[in-house]
């Protein structure tokens, strides 16, 4: 299901968040906007907020790109696995997970089974644009930003696909996204 993005008052927020019994996850591309939007997004359910590759980086005293460089991605992702399950395990709350976790099949199961799947998209342009900013996506090292993009998107999305609430991320305030997520929760609960 895809939401508009209109605006939702404080009344309707809060019957929104008295519904939800379970982490809100958000897949998606990186440079979508999962962190930032899942921010807010707590922030407007009074909810904890955690972002996944932070998160991981804690546990393994490692950051992405070194955990990426010294192990690998196989391994990268089943500590992403791991990381992800604890936090949905230990309360409720936003998660924001990196590109790829919903790609893993055990990963996109446990999201399916036990959280609010929230696929972010955006559009090339926009995601080109948003991950420049930083040198920190070892996945976009190597190669033309843009190509690799497209080719991502067009390998993860039939995973991506299978989250039932898909929100687009455009440039502009995150507080559109935010009211878009919240409408697409309260159509799915």
Same mark, same amino acid.
């Given at each position: ?9 404080? $009344?309707?927020?809060? +019957?929104?968040? !008295? @519904? ?6 958000? %897949?998606?591309?990186? #440079?979508? *906007? ?43 992702? $089943?500590?992403?696995? +791991?990381?992800? !399950? @604890? ?6 709350? %936003?998660?924001?997970? #990196?590109? *790829? ?59 991506? %696909? ?28």
């Amino acid at each position: 299901m895809t939401v508009d993005h209109t605006q939702l008052s404080g $009344d309707e927020i809060d +019957r929104i968040a !008295a @519904r939800i019994d379970r982490p809100i996850v958000l %897949v998606g591309l990186m #440079g979508v *906007g999962k962190s930032s939007v899942g921010r807010r997004l707590a922030n407007a359910l009074h909810l904890p907020f955690f972002d996944a590759d932070e998160e991981i980086e804690k546990a393994a005293k490692m950051t992405i790109s070194e955990i990426f460089a010294a192990h690998g991605e196989a391994d990268f992702r $089943d500590g992403e696995r +791991r990381v992800i !399950a @604890r936090l949905m395990d230990e309360q409720r709350g %936003v998660i924001a997970t #990196g590109g *790829g976790a919903f790609v893993n099949d055990e990963t996109r199961t446990l999201i399916l089974n036990k959280g609010i799947p929230v696929w972010l998209d955006c559009d090339i342009d926009t995601l080109v644009e948003r991950t420049g900013r930083k040198d920190n996506r070892p996945l976009l090292r190597d190669g033309d930003r843009r190509e690799i993009l497209t080719r991502l998107k067009a390998e993860r999305e039939p995973a991506y %696909v299978q989250a039932p609430i898909r929100v687009a991320s455009a440039n502009g305030p995150h507080h559109r996204a935010v009211h878009a997520i919240l409408k697409g929760i309260d159509q799915w609960l």
